[in-house]
């Protein structure tokens, strides 16, 4: 019943690429091409250096190199922000295929930039299924059940392609905040509460981030393994307690209080 939605989206796709290519590809080399010249550059000049500098070459190096990369990060990020501003303008005007491609186009250009990971993400797995079906009910009058779950599994999936990208080349550091997104997109859109637990207690571990934390303990009671919840959240609170703020601490301790009185009653 979606051959008419997925053959227009497949066309816009494409016929959208072919404007690309012409529009943004030359400015895009000449942006890495630029990286390149400047990278050969600083690396000779810091090579020509009299035997008294280079005996402090470990400074002059990382300065040198600091200085490369910050001119082509900066041109990097400020190439970017303009993709990221036309995929704003694609995303408000609800255009799947260009969205889609810009978002990848953004953060392939400044793969550092945890912002734009996280934002596309939330625009393909929430946004973009309310796109879907609006565009399904336009068609058919009416999107059944059966289509809205298979509409959520396909933007789950693509979303979990993008945050799975994303971990490999984000700095640790940011981890925790896209395995927190992964779990959110196995629990409400994947329907896969398992999966979601196993990323939310990654989450949790990789960060102290007591939201995840709760968020799994909360799913494992209401699927009825209250001992690995218990054992999990004990666990979690030993770890980290002294990171969390009043409120994370009031809600650990009832949590765990509601923990011990179950226990009693056992």
Known sequence: ???QIADSYEGSVVSW????????????????????IADCWFSHVSADKSEAVILDRDFSGATMSGFSGLMLGDLRGFVA???WLQTYVAWRQEDYAKTNLLIGMTCRIDPQNERMWIRGGDMIAMDMVGWKMDAYEK?????PEIEIRKIFSEQGRLALMHYREAIVVLPRRY???????????????????????EYFKLAAW??????????????????G?????????????????KGFTETQSIEAKRLIDGIEAREEDI
């Open 1 to 3: 019943m979606t051959e």
């Open 17 to 36: 690429r072919h404007r690309f290519n012409g529009r943004y590809l030359m400015p895009v080399f000449c942006l890495f091409f630029w990286g390149f």
């Open 206 to 223: 990789a960060g102290a981030r007591p939201f995840a934390a709760f968020q799994a303990t909360r799913i494992l009671y209401n699927d």
């Open 139 to 143: 068609v058919y009058g009416h999107v």
């Open 81 to 83: 922000d303009m993709f």
């Open 175 to 197: 981890h925790g905040d896209i395995l927190l997104q992964m779990a959110q997109v196995y629990l409400n859109r994947m329907e896969d509460r398992d999966s979601a637990v």
């Open 225 to 241: 393994r209250p001992e690995e919840a218990e054992r999990f959240l004990k666990q979690y609170v030993n770890e980290f307690s």
